[in-house]
């Protein structure tokens, strides 16, 4: 984000893996997000979108700084595409969070080209909180890394499986 927010006209949002794989086709590193109501953890993939690795969590003030430290990460580490945890209820239909998810990502499409993959998230924070209790992690120390550890299972979920499509 150099200049400022700027509409894209060929920002992609999608919840097709192999439309999203072929969007960041080539090589380049993807951002996983779990957007929260009051953070935003991110995740980071390695060059060759093989592992994910917690990358740091935001707190959620002001939209257009958020904004711009995330899309100066993207620069900084030469992100081709984000992977947003899309909060659907274990039922599978869409409640007011998966609402808020799709306001986010048509956001981040008018201020960036970046393809925008919604992945399913339920129950990527239970199993970030189970895996943090497993590890004896104080409770304090689950708060603090809770957000980008559910940005990496995020993240790795699509990687695996972006590893794992048949090519057409």
Known sequence: MSDGPQSVSTALTTEDIAVFRDAVAGT??????DAG??????????????????????ERRKFAADMERLFA??????VTGLVLGFPR?????EGPR??????????LNKLSPLPVLLWDE?????????????????RKRRAEVI????ATLILQGALDRMRNQISP
Request: aromatic fraction near 2%; include cysteine; charged fraction near 20%.
């Open 73 to 78: 990460l993207c620069q900084t580490h030469g």
């Open 147 to 150: 957000d980008k550890l559910a």
């Open 37 to 58: 109501t009051k953070t935003y953890g991110l995740a980071l993939s390695d060059v060759t979108r093989t592992i994910a690795s917690a990358l740091e969590t935001i």
């Open 122 to 138: 339920r129950l990527t924070t239970a199993i970030a909180e189970r895996m943090l209790i497993d590890a004896d992690q104080t």
């Open 98 to 107: 998966a609402q808020a998810t799709r306001a986010l990502a048509r956001n």
């Open 89 to 93: 209820n274990l039922d599978g239909n």
């Open 28 to 33: 380049g590193r993807l951002i996983g997000i």
